[in-house]
């Protein structure tokens, strides 16, 4: 069984910023390709970024390109999420992503899902 544990999150004005962090927990030696995804109420789930499981080659969701960074400090276990320039449209659930098979993309999520940590983007 492998944990996805969240942190983060919170309320921010429009044009802050704020950072995510997320841990996977499991079988030792395994790596994950990691990666976010988001859910506005009344919305469908969105692809926000991801890393391979060598905590390399980023990918973006085109609503954050240019405005999040996503990262590792320990490729293949835990990834985060700094988020830049934030607008009222960013407001959703952000959901950490992981599978040990392939890297989460648009589309193809992977199979393990954290718990959810609220954004609020709000003045």
Known sequence: QV????S???????GGSL???CAASGR??????MGWFRQAPGKEREFVASLNWKGISP???SSVSGRFTISSDNAGNTVSLEMNSLKPEDTAVYYCNADSRFTPRDGAPGIYWGQGTQVTVSS
């Open 3 to 6: 944990g996805l544990v969240e």
């Open 8 to 14: 983060g999150g919170g309320l921010v004005q429009p």
């Open 19 to 21: 950072r995510l962090s």
């Open 28 to 33: 030792a030696g395994t790596t994950y390709g």
């Open 59 to 61: 990918n973006y969701g």
